[in-house]
């Protein structure tokens, strides 16, 4: 299976130090990248390109987060704050895993 | 027999998945130990269950204990996210059609967390009930 691509917008953040966006997808009860580099403040959008819901969560110190149960073509963001990894899961599918290494 | 009624599977959702390739392992497992039998205690923990409350307590483990804990007492390794914490499930008063319908429709529909999601779309309805037997069993009176 050709895996999708993590599609990085570059945009210009609030502060002087610019900002990237990052895009994961959600298919087939897999996460469509399984590790992911990014920098202090940015951003990844996580979409639902399954037809059921996932509930994508972290417990990772860097940043624990629950973006609760969203459907297919539905999309929600965190910003990683604090470098560190985070380790991100699915609630309702226990074998959906992936990485974010995240760097100052 | 743990399977034998394909007409209770009233799974939604069409993807083929890890959970159907798990789903197909136990069926096929259920009809070897029915066929053959277990030799020893071991064969037994080593096969499908043959009884709802030992099949809802291997769903319960695999895609509940994360939040609910391994021992159902609601300290999950996830609970530390939510406030109201997971429901401590031993004492649980709730009958077993609402649990199921809170299993089935999710948190919101019982006007309840939101983070408890809705299992419909993943569990069949055969795994729904083998749950809700299971979480019966171990209510402590």
Not at chain 1, 70 to 87: H, I, L, P, S, W
Request: aromatic letters at 8%; proline letters at 3%; glycine letters at 8%.
């Amino acid at each position: 299976m050709i895996k999708h691509l993590a599609v990085v917008l570059a945009i210009a953040c609030s502060g002087i130090a610019e900002c990237a966006e990052f895009e994961v997808g959600q298919v087939n009860k897999e996460f469509t990248v399984t590790e992911l580099k990014v920098k202090v403040g940015d951003t990844v959008s996580f979409k639902n390109n399954d037809p059921f819901a996932h509930n994508i969560f972290s417990l990772s110190d860097a940043k624990s987060f629950d973006l609760g149960a969203y459907q297919f073509g539905q999309m929600r963001k965190v910003v990683f704050d604090n470098a560190g990894t985070v380790e991100v899961e699915c609630a309702l599918h226990p074998g959906m895993k992936m990485t974010i290494s995240v760097t100052k | 027999m743990c399977t034998a009624s394909g007409n209770e599977d009233d799974h939604i959702g069409n993807e083929v998945s890890a959970g159907a390739a798990y789903r197909s392992l136990r069926i096929l497992a259920a009809a070897t130990w029915a066929l053959t039998g277990p030799a020893t205690a071991a064969d037994l923990t080593a096969t499908e269950p043959s009884d709802a409350t030992g099949r809802g307590s291997n769903v319960f483990q695999h895609y509940c204990a994360i939040c609910h804990g391994t021992s159902a007492d609601g300290d999950g390794r996830a609970a530390k996210l939510y406030d109201p914490r997971p429901a401590n499930l031993k004492a649980s008063r709730a009958t077993d059609a609402y649990k199921e319908l809170i299993i089935r429709r999710g948190g919101l529909h019982v006007g309840r967390s939101g983070f408890m999601p809705a299992w419909e779309q993943e569990l069949t309805g055969m795994e729904t009930r083998d749950v809700v037997a299971y979480l019966r069993s171990i209510v402590v009176k």
